[in-house]
């Protein structure tokens, strides 16, 4: 079992940047893949970036509306994910929420991954 805790965050102006980080307990996540969702109001969950394991190590992918302005990193030492966010827009305003899928692959499907952990709210103000 993985448990995933997120934090950071908060509300922030346009423009502005966030961090987000998820810290992960149970299992190294070393072997995971992990990946930021998001969810506004009214609006499905959707996608926003992975950090996959491959053969030759590992590969990130990013939704088309954040490339450019997020960047998901790991560090296996301290078992956390991080998302920095910049250039933030409203629409960015949602629930972020980090989830872990055993094995390798850039998979960009909510239900392929079998860890998530609770969210945390970003809102980002006009």
């Known amino acids: 079992q993985v448990q995933l805790v997120e934090s950071g965050g908060r509300l922030v102006q346009a423009g502005g940047s966030l961090r987000l980080s998820c810290v992960a307990s149970?299992?190294?996540?070393?072997?995971?893949?992990v990946a930021w969702f998001r969810q506004a109001p009214g609006k499905e969950r959707e996608f926003v970036a992975v950090?996959?394991?491959?053969?030759?190590?590992?590969?990130?992918a990013y939704a088309d509306s954040v490339k450019g302005r997020f960047a998901i990193s790991r560090d296996n030492a301290k078992n956390t994910v991080t998302l920095q966010m910049s250039s933030l827009k409203p629409e960015d305003t949602a629930v972020y929420y980090c989830?872990?899928?055993w094995g390798r692959g850039l998979s960009e499907r909510g239900d392929e991954y079998d860890y998530w952990g609770q969210g945390t709210q970003v809102t980002v103000s006009s």
């Open positions: 149970g299992r190294s996540v070393s072997s995971y893949g």
């Open positions: 989830a872990a899928k």
């Open positions: 950090d996959g394991r491959t053969w030759s190590g590992s590969m990130t």
